[in-house]
T-cell receptor
Framework: SQTIHQWPATLVQPVGSPLSLECTVE??????LYWYRQAAGRGLQLLFY??????ISSEVPQNLSASRPQDRQFILSSKKLLLSDSGFYLC?????????FGSGTQLSVL | DAKTTQPTSMDCAEGRAANLPCNHS???????VYWYRQIHSQGPQYIIH???NNETNEMASLIITEDRKSSTLILPHATLRDTAVYYC????????????FGAGTQVVVTP
């Protein structure tokens, strides 16, 4: 079965600092991968998705970027974090008509 | 994608069935109804999905009306671990992972 690894579980970063969140998956090849964000008290919002290595689509304009250097690796980055980047970040993959989520990273920008 | 409407919250007694309604009156013929749930501080978990027929799995049952404008998720015997936010989502078949999550229904199961 497919497994999604996300780390760290929690992260506290100052405004203006860089960010790199990594997601790796196991148990499937050439998956479609997604980054979602959930701001406090809000619903989940799709940020990026990728259908293959080097292929990234952005759903909303923002201070973040994504990359997919390997088939099973999806990275979310920022050069300078803003207060509004705080939230719960989730990596996901779709398989067999379903979306599977990782355990998420709770990011607090102070 | 079609919009969905769910109640903000509902309570359910442990051991009783929980019936969660969802309205999707603008659903298109090729759109599926999906249900996910999110336990606090965890990623969402897939529950069930269907197109027009009723569906059942080990977690729940999904009842879709004949006109497909509404559906009900049934948790047959609610437990305390079923306390979560439940999301009803409709999605076409072109990209399973691009889901629009609304506010969902906060379900609280009480002893």
């Amino acid at each position: 079965s497919q497994t999604i690894h996300q780390w760290p579980a929690t992260l506290v970063q100052p405004v203006g600092s860089p960010l790199s969140l990594e997601c790796t998956v196991e148990g499937t090849s050439n998956p479609n991968l997604y980054w979602y964000r959930q701001a406090a008290g809000r619903g989940l919002q799709l940020l990026f998705y990728s259908v293959g290595i080097g292929q990234i689509s952005s759903e909303v304009p923002q201070n973040l970027s994504a990359s997919r250097p390997q088939d099973r690796q999806f990275i979310l980055s920022s050069k300078k974090l803003l207060l509004s980047d705080s939230g719960f970040y989730l990596c996901a993959l779709d398989f067999d008509e379903k979306l599977f989520f990782g355990s998420g990273t709770q990011l607090s920008v102070l | 994608d079609a919009k969905t409407t769910q109640p903000t919250s509902m309570d359910c007694a442990e051991g009783r069935a929980a019936n969660l309604p969802c309205n999707h009156s603008t659903i298109s013929g090729n759109e599926y109804v999906y249900w996910y749930r999110q336990i606090h501080s965890q990623g969402p978990q897939y529950i069930i999905h269907g197109l027009k027929n009723n569906e059942t799995n080990e977690m729940a049952s999904l009842i879709i009306t004949e006109d497909r404008k509404s559906s009900t998720l049934i948790l047959p015997h609610a437990t305390l671990r079923d306390t979560a936010v439940y999301y009803c989502i409709v999605r076409a078949t072109d990209s399973w992972g691009k889901l629009q999550f609304g506010a969902g229904t906060q379900v609280v199961v009480t002893p």
